[in-house]
Each structure stands twice: as C-alpha cells, then as structure tokens.
C-alpha cells in the first residue's frame, strides 16, 4: 500500500513541477515593466530588449516626420533625463510637441542603443490638464 502512495506523490510532484516551469517560462516572457524615463535611463543597460511601458512628457519641438511616410522620432523626458524615440505609425491627435501643450505619453516598446523604440500601436498621448479643481466653498 506504501507504493502506492509513494507513486501518487511523486506524480503530484512531477506534475506541480511542471506546472510551476511552464507559469515561470510563460510570465518571464510576458512580463511588461511600467517604468518612467528616468528610472529607465538610471541604468539602461539593465532595460535594453526588455517589454517596457515607458511614461513620460514628449519634448517641447522634439517631434520629426520623415515626409510622405509615417516614420517620427521625438524625445521624452521625465524629471529633466530625456531618452530618443523612434515610432512608425499613426500617432494620437494628442500627441503635440507645441511648446506648452506636450503630451503626456506611456510608450510601448523596447529600448535599444539608439533609444526608445515603440511597437505598432504603442503610443498612448493625453494633453495637459486645462482644468484645476473647484475650490471648496466654505
């Protein structure tokens, strides 16, 4: 009877092992850091080829498009580090560059050595808040 029960154990094990493996493996590759891009560009090296979700403000007159393509490189900053950008694609009606009106933006994408890179459809831009909270009445 022992036996038995020795085999269904290691069976349990076995197949919570490999359960475990497969989740380890399937989250590894799947993983997708929300970072801003001066924690990025603190160590970038540590960032390079990583999934990242990078947020930050686009660069006052930093956007530039290739003419007749849809090819744009810009910088974003964050608390004065600022890293390049590069994206193909059509971008947000938000996402300005006009001095006073930057987006904000979270990047999707990866960073490289030449900089940021963004994945199709990896940018989302919101405008600078217009509005200020209503004062309480006393």
């Not at 600022?82 to 960073?111: C, M, N, S, W």
């Amino acid at each position: 009877m022992t036996h038995r029960y020795i085999k269904i154990g290691l069976t349990a094990v076995v197949l919570v092992l490999a359960f475990t493996g497969m989740l380890w493996s399937t989250l590894r590759d799947g993983t997708e850091y929300y970072k801003h891009v001066d924690e990025v560009m603190a160590t970038p090296s540590a960032w390079e080829g990583k999934r990242l979700q990078m947020h930050g403000f686009v660069v006052a007159n930093s956007i530039l498009v290739k003419p007749d393509t849809l090819e744009y490189k810009f910088k974003v900053q964050n608390n004065g580090t600022v890293v390049d950008a590069t994206y193909q694609g059509i971008v947000p009606d938000t996402f300005k560059d006009r001095p006073g009106e930057e987006a904000e933006v979270v990047l999707k994408g990866q960073l490289t050595p030449a900089g940021f890179h963004v994945e199709r459809d990896g940018i989302t831009a919101k405008c600078p808040s217009k509005y200020e909270a209503a004062k309480k009445k006393s």
